[in-house]
């Protein structure tokens, strides 16, 4: 006997997880940057250990600018909105997982800390977001 399908007659398509939406919403942000000349270098780069951090897409501008790109998707602006939620706790930790990626590089290039905030299907590119401190 077969087993029953995770979707039958009647029954609504199962939801997207949050992960799921979270890895379209980088898709889109890399093919937006892409488009503006922007070259990959790294996807979902993680820092080894417990307590890291992780970069969803570290990219080269045309200048030789590295950048780090954190994407953030939220359905609305309520509790401030994509960018809000890049807060002084997250912008270390991209901060931190920056610095150990140019550890393996030879010569550290420009760089600069990108977001790209998602409100509803909106995209926002906000360069240089913010500074290391």
């Not at 990219?59 to 509790?79: C, I, M, N, P, Y």
Request: net charge positive; proline share 4%.
């Amino acid at each position: 006997m077969n087993k029953p399908s995770s979707q039958t007659q009647g029954q609504k398509p199962l939801q997207s997880t949050t992960k799921q939406k979270g890895d379209a919403a980088e898709d889109r942000a890399l093919q937006h940057l892409q488009a503006q000349g922007l070259q990959l270098v790294q996807r979902n780069y993680r820092t080894p250990g417990r307590g890291g951090g992780e970069i969803d897409l570290i990219v080269q501008d045309a200048d030789g600018t590295l950048v780090f790109v954190e994407v953030r998707k939220r359905a609305s602006v309520k509790h401030g909105g994509a960018l809000a939620s890049v807060n002084f706790v997250k912008q270390q930790r991209l901060v931190f997982a920056a610095r150990h990626f140019l550890l393996k590089l030879r010569q550290v290039p420009p760089c600069r800390f990108d977001v790209i905030a998602f409100e509803g299907d909106d995209l926002h590119w906000f360069q240089a977001a913010f500074d290391a401190h």
